[in-house]
């Protein structure tokens, strides 16, 4: 079974941008309602937002070393993750869903 079809694990994509900044992008959540151009992701400072579906144009694959803080801050806070290297068609008819739910 895909992580993504249990409500409780939310799939996550970990990136780095040039400056070493990690960015947890949650392909499956919608970051506005806008579910085509973006997703919603979450950093350190700033924490929840919207991120454009274009970010893997801008960062690189983070490696486990370079997340592992930013995903103990995500599991305190209650998120059961799944880590996966990229969003896919069912992550994108998740967001859609949520979107068309409220």
Same mark, same amino acid.
């Given at each position: 079974m895909q992580a993504y079809s249990d409500p409780a694990v939310v799939p996550v994509i970990f990136r780095c941008f040039p400056g070493g +900044? @990690?960015? #947890?992008?949650? &392909? /499956? $959540? &919608?970051g506005s309602h806008d579910w085509l151009r973006d997703c919603c992701?979450?950093?350190? @400072?700033?924490q929840h937002g919207s991120c454009s579906l274009d970010y893997a144009q801008f960062t690189q694959p983070a490696t486990p070393d370079e997340y *592992?803080? $930013?995903k103990g801050e995500l599991e305190r806070i209650g998120y059961r993750l799944e880590v @996966?290297?990229?969003r896919t068609s069912p992550h994108n008819? *998740?967001?859609? #869903? +949520? @979107? /068309? #739910?409220t």
């Open positions: +900044e @990690v960015l #947890a992008v949650f &392909p /499956s $959540l &919608p992701s979450y950093q350190h @400072v700033g *592992a803080d $930013l @996966v290297k990229r008819a *998740a967001r859609l #869903a +949520e @979107v /068309s #739910a």
